[in-house]
């Protein structure tokens, strides 16, 4: 089993920054790729971002992609998404993810671990 608690979310102005944070407990956090979704009212959960166990490999929505940033520290067991140029279309509530594997898949459905969601607001 493996826990993740999400923080960080809040209200900000476009073009303005967030950094979420995911911090997991349970078993070993280095042995699971971790991803971002998110999720707007009257919309389906999407993609958002993923990085592998070693963090060596990372994966992009194109809605995000240089604008967001996946990182993850092991020895904190920690995972970031460090969020820049926001724009109000990136309101949503974002949930953590993890899967016991390597690969960061971007499908919603191949993760085992969620977590309780925190609600970023971007005001135009």
């Known amino acids: 089993q493996v826990q993740l608690v999400e923080s960080g979310g809040g209200l900000v102005q476009a073009g303005g920054s967030l950094r979420l944070s995911c911090a997991a407990s349970?078993?070993?956090?280095?042995?699971?790729?971790m991803g971002w979704f998110r999720q707007a009212p009257g919309k389906e959960r999407e993609f958002v971002a993923a990085?592998?166990?070693?963090?060596?490999?990372?994966n992009y929505a194109d809605s995000v992609k240089d604008r967001f940033i996946i990182s993850r520290d092991n020895a904190k067991n920690t995972v970031y998404l460090q969020m820049n140029s926001l724009k109000p279309e990136d309101t949503a509530v974002y949930y953590c993810?993890?899967?016991?594997?390597?690969?960061?898949?971007?499908?919603?459905?191949?993760?085992?671990?969620w977590g309780q969601g925190t609600q970023v607001t971007v005001s135009s």
């Open positions: 993810a993890a899967r016991n594997s390597d690969y960061a898949s971007p499908r919603l459905t191949r993760y085992d671990y």
């Open positions: 349970g078993r070993a956090f280095s042995w699971y790729a």
């Open positions: 990085i592998s166990w070693s963090g060596g490999s990372t």
